[in-house]
């Protein structure tokens, strides 16, 4: 006759016997050493490529800051030569009898370049008009662009 279980006995697993290994997991210390060193050199990977990405944003920032800065003066140049062609033109307008004296001592157009840098130029170009009243303009600008100039360029003359 079988006798019954204990039920103390079912839930209780037999005990095995070491032989010298165990179910823990361990972790070997070289192993922790070589990935806190390769944790470190990635973070200043990084850092180092931040730092080279800010300081290239940086000079290219200054660059056109320069640039537009140079852009600027060159527009207020401009239109300080334009402020001087106006009021040669009033007094001219004022002194002239009519339109052909008017057109035959100013012309039809007035057209200059102003430096912006090295390798740029502002050029203006104004169509002079004869007022019909007082209040109206002497003037309309006719081109004002930037051109790229190459100091090194050869000219042939003919």
Same mark, same amino acid.
């Given at each position: 006759?079988?006798?019954?279980?204990?039920?103390?006995?079912?839930?209780?697993?037999?005990?095995?016997?070491?032989?010298?290994?165990?179910?823990?997991?361990?972790?070997?210390?070289?192993?922790?050493?070589?990935?806190?060193?390769?944790?470190?050199?990635?973070?200043?990977?990084?850092?180092?490529?931040?730092?080279?990405?800010?300081?290239?944003?940086?000079?290219?920032?200054?660059?056109?800051?320069?640039?537009?800065?140079?852009?600027?003066?060159?527009?207020?140049?401009?239109?300080? =030569?334009?402020?001087? $062609?106006?009021?040669?033109?009033? @007094?001219?307008?004022?002194?002239? +009898?009519?339109? /052909?004296? !008017?057109? &035959?001592?100013?012309?039809?157009?007035?057209?200059?370049?102003?430096?912006?840098?090295?390798?740029?130029?502002?050029? =203006?170009?104004?169509? $002079?008009?004869?007022?019909?009243? @007082?209040?109206?303009?002497?003037? +309309?600008?006719? /081109?004002? !662009?930037? &051109?790229?100039?190459?100091?090194?360029?050869?000219?042939?003359?003919?």
């Amino acid at each position: 006759m079988k006798q019954p279980k204990n039920p103390k006995n079912i839930l209780m697993l037999p005990k095995s016997k070491s032989n010298g290994s165990s179910s823990e997991f361990n972790i070997n210390p070289g192993l922790t050493s070589i990935l806190l060193i390769f944790a470190v050199l990635c973070l200043v990977s990084f850092a180092v490529l931040t730092y080279v990405s800010a300081n290239s944003d940086k000079k290219l920032n200054d660059k056109v800051l320069s640039r537009t800065t140079e852009y600027y003066e060159a527009c207020n140049t401009a239109q300080g =030569v334009i402020s001087q $062609i106006d009021n040669e033109l009033e @007094a001219l307008y004022r002194s002239c +009898s009519g339109s /052909e004296d !008017y057109f &035959e001592e100013a012309g039809t157009y007035r057209s200059f370049f102003v430096e912006v840098n090295d390798t740029q130029n502002l050029y =203006v170009t104004i169509d $002079i008009l004869y007022p019909t009243d @007082a209040d109206s303009g002497f003037y +309309s600008i006719k /081109e004002w !662009y930037v &051109e790229n100039i190459n100091r090194n360029a050869i000219i042939i003359e003919d």
